[in-house]
T-cell receptor, first 112, second 114 residues
Framework: DAKTTQPPSMDCAEGRAANLPCNHSTISGNEYVYWYRQIHSQGPQYIIH???NNETNEMASLIITEDRKSSTLILPHATLRDTAVYYC?????????????FGGGTRLMVKP | EAQVTQNPRYLITVTGKKLTVTCSQNMNHEYMSWYRQDPGLGLRQIYY???????DKGDVPEGYKVSRKEKRNFPLILESPSPNQTSLYFC?????????????FGQGTRLTVV
């Protein structure tokens, strides 16, 4: 599975959009981009995933560049409860082990 | 409610005393796995199972055993725990898919081996 690069930390003001970038320049055609988050030692929580097209759900939006080498997770109106470590993971459709390889993630701090 | 349940949530034990951490899911998922999380090392996979009676090693299997006798349960067994197995453990489950599947995680088990 392709490696991802994320900034180690970011701050965001409460109520503003949080834009979390992820670089996956070695991604291949059959690899999905997944985002999970972990709130203070709780189990990781699935947020969203995509292959080529931008995706939106009730939690967030995922913007994938046309060349698929990078993506951005957008939390449209960040709240204090969104403070967490956010993981960008690239996983192949042929990953028989279904394993998620977690990197260091981005520690998002939402401030009042 | 769809969930993955781990027990116990917290456990302090002594070196060499066998223990089992249970994991159960109610989503009829084929795939289940165990991760451990350590400061500076992130989440690493210990073992996984693609279905009943099918298990395989992850990245850090040494010192652990698993079994998958039923689809819903995937216990993690430490036959002779050592202090370097002090960690935060997570169980996860998902459908076996084409990469287009989300994983559900349990709430974690914090294990301390003294």
């Amino acid at each position: 599975d392709a490696k991802t690069t994320q900034p180690p930390s970011m701050d965001c003001a409460e109520g503003r959009a949080a834009n979390l970038p992820c670089n996956h320049s070695t991604i291949s055609g059959n690899e999905y981009v997944y985002w999970y988050r972990q709130i203070h030692s709780q189990g990781p929580q699935y947020i969203i995933h995509g292959l080529k097209n931008n995706e939106t759900n009730e939690m967030a939006s995922l913007i994938i560049t046309e060349d698929r080498k990078s993506s951005t997770l957008i939390l449209p109106h960040a709240t204090l409860r969104d403070t967490a470590v956010y993981y960008c993971i690239v996983r192949a459709s042929t990953n028989a082990g279904n394993m998620l390889t977690f990197g260091g993630g981005t520690r998002l701090m939402v401030k009042p | 409610e769809a969930q993955v349940t781990q027990n116990p949530r917290y456990l302090i034990t002594v070196t060499g005393k066998k223990l089992t951490v249970t994991c159960s899911q109610n989503m009829n998922h084929e795939y289940m796995s165990w991760y451990r999380q350590d400061p500076g090392l992130g989440l690493r996979q210990i073992y996984y199972s693609m279905n009943v009676e099918v298990t395989d090693k992850g990245d850090v299997p040494e010192g652990y055993k698993v079994s998958r006798k039923e689809k819903r349960n995937f216990p993690l067994i430490l036959e002779s725990p050592s202090p370097n197995q002090t960690s935060l453990y997570f169980c996860a489950s998902s459908y076996v898919g084409s990469g287009n599947t989300e994983a559900f995680f349990g709430q974690g088990t914090r294990l301390t081996v003294v």
